[in-house]
């Protein structure tokens, strides 16, 4: 029986959690979701997410790990026999996501090398769709799955392996190790690039048009939303990634300073991301002799079709930006999926008996088996389905049934009392009413008004879905996991290797 491990030092524990939160969604969704609602009005509805969602959920999950001693699966065991399922949900959440996640990380990879000459040329949408990806975007070309596409094949096996290689040296000779080596090469790169973007003719431009706040907006509803979602899926909370990596804690542990410090490390890099993004549109939108409106994205668009086009534009260092801005892509995709890998790695570790190395060559070994579909002509369609359905309908949910169970059913004040008995920052009732009251709220309605757009206003994709891909891949999906999650409970525990108590 392997002896449960711990993290080196606090340090490490908190640069592994940060380099968790910081994902590619810092970068390429907050300065977006800031601009539709707010601009510079929008930290109002931003801060409170992060005090009253953010950071009470991150420290009711590090409780959870920490004085559960596992996986999501176990801790939920060690919580009520009952209450398995729920571990297993969200760390079926974390594989379909790994499946995919890995995909994206590994395109930012290519980006990096594409950088060089600028070999994306100057038709940056018809590179991105045509020649990287082969996806034609037409609905019929999803199921005609087509070949693999070899170039994105190559990478993501690359991808896969040093993920396997991070994983199998364990937590704290390949986790933390990891996290103190790459976290400080990607704060480098933001602040290049930040620099470069704010130094770029036209900067002011975008800057404006980002942090000129629109106070009329704070009175709708959808703004305080979106500030929720953003603190949700940015923090890495609602997946089992927290309760995994707390559970390697050394038992006198700092809990809410822990999760006060992750959760402004991640702000920050999200405001930094902003400033640099928003540096470069209003560079872009100058030259083009238009406005920002005129070429704002989020997501994939931004990332892989308007920053080549920013990039191509620059009077000076074209390929050293290209390089610093999809190297920063690449280090935060690939620190966040660690974290996502692990949580499966410790699910089945826990819950088989396996060694550490045959849990992590399982789970990698599958999860690069079911990767193997998004790196088909066809992946971006499944990708696109997979992300927004195992999003809005598995994080959020799984996160609003872990809240009620644990603040409704079971007594919250156990897991109060369990941080303040470790942490020098004591959370009062204003932790009971957040966790209770207004998180769960949000989230029923974002749930709420996700279900309303999709039935009554548009099913996603406006019309490039049919509903049966919807269903196929979407749907299906999102309640499998779910599912799966039931069927692994009553599966027996292995007890002669039971976790410590």
Same mark, same amino acid.
């Given at each position: 029986?392997?002896?449960?491990?711990?993290?080196?030092?606090?340090?490490?524990?908190?640069?592994?959690?940060?380099?968790?939160?910081?994902? #590619?969604?810092?970068?390429?969704?907050?300065?977006?979701?800031?601009?539709?609602?707010? =601009?510079?009005?929008?930290?109002?509805?931003?801060?409170?997410?992060?005090?009253? &969602?953010?950071?009470?959920?991150?420290?009711?999950?590090?409780?959870?790990?920490?004085?559960?001693?596992?996986?999501?699966?176990?801790?939920?065991?060690? #919580?009520?026999?009952?209450?398995?399922?729920?571990?297993?949900?969200? @760390?079926?959440?974390?594989?379909?996501?790994?499946?995919?996640?890995?995909?994206?990380?590994? +395109? &930012?990879?290519?980006?990096?090398?594409?950088?060089?000459?600028?070999? +994306?040329?100057?038709?940056?949408?018809?590179?991105?769709?045509?020649? !990287?990806?082969?996806?034609?975007?037409?609905?019929?070309?999803?199921?005609?799955?087509?070949?693999?596409?070899?170039?994105?094949?190559?990478?993501?096996? #690359?991808?896969?392996?040093?993920?396997?290689?991070?994983?199998?040296?364990?937590?704290?000779?390949?986790?933390?190790?990891?996290?103190?080596?790459?976290?400080?090469?990607?704060?480098?790169? $933001?602040?290049?690039?930040?620099?470069?973007?704010? @130094?770029?003719?036209?900067?002011?431009?975008?800057?404006?048009? $980002?942090?000129?706040?629109? +106070?009329?907006?704070?009175?709708?509803?959808?703004?305080?939303?979106?500030?929720?979602?953003?603190?949700?899926?940015?923090?890495?909370?609602?997946?089992?990634?927290?309760?995994?990596?707390?559970?390697?804690?050394?038992?006198?542990?700092?809990?809410?300073?822990?999760?006060?410090?992750?959760? !402004?490390?991640?702000?920050?890099?999200?405001?930094?991301?902003?400033?640099?993004?928003?540096?470069?549109? =209003? !560079?872009?939108?100058?030259?083009?002799?238009?406005?920002?409106?005129?070429?704002?994205?989020?997501?994939?668009?931004? &990332?892989?079709?308007?920053?080549?086009?920013?990039?191509?534009?620059?009077?000076?260092?074209?390929?050293?930006?290209?390089?610093?801005?999809?190297?920063?892509?690449?280090?935060?995709?690939?620190?966040?999926?660690?974290?996502?890998?692990?949580?499966?790695?410790?699910?089945?570790?826990?819950?088989?008996? #396996?060694?550490?190395?045959?849990?992590?060559?399982?789970?990698?070994?599958?999860?690069?088996?079911?990767?193997?579909?998004? @790196?088909?002509?066809?992946?971006?369609?499944? %990708?696109?389905?997979?992300?927004?359905?195992?999003?809005?309908?598995?994080?959020?949910?799984?996160?609003?049934?872990?809240?009620?169970?644990?603040?409704?059913?079971?007594? $919250?004040?156990?897991?109060?009392?369990?941080?303040?008995?470790?942490?020098?920052?004591?959370?009062?009732? +204003?932790?009971?009413?957040?966790?209770?009251?207004? @998180?769960?709220?949000?989230?029923?309605?974002?749930?709420?008004?996700?279900?309303?757009?999709?039935?009554?206003?548009?099913?996603?994709?406006? =019309?490039?879905?049919?509903?049966?891909? %919807?269903?196929?891949?979407?749907?299906?999906?999102?309640?499998?996991?779910? %599912?799966?999650? !039931?069927? $692994?409970?009553?599966?027996?525990?292995?007890?002669?290797?039971?976790?410590?108590?």
């Amino acid at each position: 029986m392997e002896k449960r491990e711990q993290w080196g030092s606090r340090t490490g524990f908190v640069l592994a959690a940060i380099g968790s939160a910081v994902g #590619l969604g810092n970068i390429w969704r907050y300065p977006y979701i800031a601009y539709e609602n707010g =601009g510079g009005a929008f930290i109002i509805p931003y801060l409170f997410a992060l005090l009253t &969602a953010g950071i009470a959920i991150l420290t009711l999950e590090y409780a959870i790990g920490h004085r559960m001693r596992g996986s999501a699966p176990y801790s939920f065991f060690r #919580l009520s026999t009952k209450m398995e399922w729920l571990g297993w949900w969200q @760390t079926l959440i974390s594989f379909v996501i790994m499946t995919y996640y890995v995909v994206v990380v590994s +395109w &930012a990879l290519s980006f990096a090398y594409f950088s060089f000459g600028l070999q +994306w040329g100057r038709d940056t949408e018809g590179f991105m769709l045509d020649q !990287f990806l082969k996806f034609s975007g037409a609905s019929e070309n999803i199921w005609r799955v087509g070949g693999i596409n070899w170039s994105i094949l190559v990478t993501v096996t #690359l991808i896969w392996g040093l993920t396997f290689l991070v994983l199998y040296k364990g937590i704290k000779g390949g986790i933390e190790k990891a996290n103190k080596i790459l976290l400080p090469f990607l704060a480098i790169l $933001l602040i290049v690039i930040t620099i470069r973007g704010i @130094t770029l003719p036209g900067a002011e431009v975008g800057l404006n048009a $980002l942090l000129e706040p629109n +106070w009329q907006r704070l009175t709708d509803p959808q703004v305080w939303i979106h500030a929720y979602g953003q603190i949700f899926f940015s923090l890495s909370i609602g997946f089992g990634i927290m309760i995994t990596y707390a559970s390697y804690l050394p038992k006198r542990s700092d809990l809410s300073n822990n999760a006060f410090i992750v959760a !402004f490390a991640n702000s920050s890099v999200e405001f930094l991301a902003a400033i640099a993004v928003f540096g470069a549109l =209003g !560079f872009l939108a100058v030259s083009q002799g238009g406005s920002v409106e005129n070429v704002v994205q989020s997501g994939i668009v931004l &990332a892989f079709v308007v920053f080549p086009q920013i990039i191509n534009q620059l009077p000076a260092f074209n390929d050293i930006f290209g390089l610093c801005f999809f190297g920063s892509l690449f280090i935060a995709g690939l620190t966040s999926l660690i974290s996502i890998a692990e949580v499966c790695v410790a699910a089945v570790q826990d819950k088989f008996r #396996l060694t550490r190395k045959q849990a992590v060559s399982w789970i990698i070994g599958f999860g690069y088996l079911i990767s193997l579909i998004y @790196t088909t002509y066809a992946g971006l369609g499944y %990708l696109d389905i997979v992300d927004r359905f195992i999003n809005n309908y598995g994080i959020v949910l799984a996160g609003f049934v872990e809240i009620v169970v644990l603040s409704w059913i079971f007594k $919250l004040s156990v897991y109060r009392d369990h941080v303040n008995l470790v942490s020098d920052i004591q959370i009062r009732y +204003w932790w009971d009413a957040c966790l209770k009251v207004i @998180t769960p709220l949000v989230l029923l309605v974002m749930t709420g008004y996700n279900l309303y757009q999709e039935f009554f206003v548009s099913p996603y994709g406006d =019309g490039a879905y049919t509903t049966g891909q %919807l269903i196929t891949f979407g749907w299906s999906v999102s309640i499998a996991v779910l %599912l799966l999650g !039931f069927l $692994l409970q009553r599966i027996r525990w292995k007890d002669e290797g039971r976790t410590e108590k």
